[in-house]
């Protein structure tokens, strides 16, 4: 089993800065791909951004330069760099780690950004 756990959410001003962390533990024997996710009140669960094998990452459009994303191998953890925050980027933040093809989903981690 695979455990993945979301860190460093919290409140912010509009224009400030965040940097969340993903640490996965367990049974990991390779992790294909770490990505982070959004999901605010009444919507749709988004993607934000994703890391994968050669650290290819890929971004949804709502947070292109200004969201970095980055990962650790030895540490088993990804980060998500969040600049110029805005209202709209207030939601619960996901981190999914997959491995052999199989997903596991952290319990996500608040960020709330103030006008």
């Known amino acids: 089993q695979v455990q993945v756990v979301e860190s460093g959410g919290g409140l912010v001003q509009a224009g400030g800065s965040l940097r969340l962390s993903c640490a996965a533990s367990g049974r990991i024997f390779g992790l294909n791909s770490m990505g982070w996710y959004r999901q605010a009140p009444g919507k749709q669960r988004e993607l934000v951004a994703g890391?994968?094998?050669?650290?290819?990452?890929n971004y949804g459009d709502s947070v292109k330069g200004r969201f970095t994303i980055s990962r650790d191998n030895a540490k088993k953890t990804a980060y998500l760099q969040m600049d110029s925050l805005k209202p709209e980027d207030t939601a619960v933040y996901y981190c999914?780690?997959?491995?052999?093809?199989?997903?596991?989903w952290g319990q996500g981690t608040q960020v709330t950004v103030s006008s």
């Open positions: 890391i994968g094998n050669g650290d290819i990452t």
């Open positions: 999914k780690v997959v491995q052999y093809g199989l997903e596991y």
